[in-house]
């Protein structure tokens, strides 16, 4: 079974305050990792995948397979940021997308 | 955009009635979900199907049932709603893996159940 833990479900900083949103799976295989975001009234949609090893809106997050873990980091936070963040995975099978239960990240001015 | 439409976007339903949630896709995507989203839940999936005639049970399918009529559209029925199903579901698009890179899921607005 294939599961995805976000333990806190509201981070709250203060603007230009660094953030990491926590992130940890399980998972027996080698999955494919994701971050989904959703802004206020806006869609679901992805922010970044492991696979890319990219930087989005200054975002990044590393795939540590020893922790387990996928957080998702940013230096310096923006009010722009405040949003609903889901960790997702997908397992090998590439069948099922499974989501975090969410953390809200408010960015304070 | 509106590359996946959901109808409708807000429904209010009494207990034991029946009720059909629409989803429709113009991005020829192959596969198509749905999901429930829950304070404090995040989002779980429901069904899922790859293609037309292909249904797959989630991790919480009881209580509900789809239909996959042509590619573009994915319909999730409430055979007889309860009060516990209130919830905002997501219908979601993905293609398959191409190149063995996994395409990204495309969301649907929303439609806000509430059974009362």
């Known amino acids: 079974a294939q599961r995805v833990t976000q333990p806190e479900k509201l981070l709250s900083v203060f603007k230009g305050a660094p953030v990491e949103l926590k992130c940890n799976y399980s998972?027996?295989?080698?999955?494919?990792l994701f971050w989904y975001v959703q802004y206020s009234r806006q869609r679901l949609q992805l922010l970044l995948r492991?696979?890319s090893r990219e930087s989005i809106k200054g975002f990044t997050a590393d795939l540590n397979k020893g922790e387990t873990s996928f957080h998702l980091k940013k230096p310096f936070a923006q009010e722009e940021d405040s949003a609903m963040y889901y960790c997702?995975?997908?397992?090998?099978?590439?069948?099922?997308?499974?989501f975090g239960g969410g953390t809200r990240l408010m960015v304070k001015p | 955009d509106a590359d996946v439409t959901q109808t409708p976007r807000n429904r209010i339903t009494k207990t034991g009635k029946r009720i059909m949630l629409e989803c429709s896709q113009t991005?020829?995507?192959?596969?198509m979900y749905w999901y429930r989203q829950d304070p404090g839940l995040g989002l779980r999936l429901i069904y899922y199907?790859?293609?037309?005639?292909?249904?797959n049970k989630g991790e919480i399918s009881d209580g509900y049932s789809v239909s996959r009529q042509a590619q573009a559209k994915f319909s999730l029925s409430l055979e007889s709603a309860i009060p516990n199903q209130t919830a905002l579901y997501f219908c979601?698009?993905?293609?398959?893996?191409?190149?063995?890179?996994?395409?990204?899921?495309?969301f649907g607005q929303g439609t806000r159940l509430t059974v009362v």
């Open positions: 199907s790859f293609d037309v005639k292909d249904i």
């Open positions: 991005k020829g995507h192959d596969r």
């Open positions: 997702a995975l997908l397992g090998e099978a590439g069948n099922m997308l499974t």
């Open positions: 492991h696979i």
């Open positions: 998972y027996s295989g080698s999955p494919e």
């Open positions: 979601a698009t993905s293609d398959t893996r191409q190149g063995g890179l996994y395409t990204e899921a495309f």
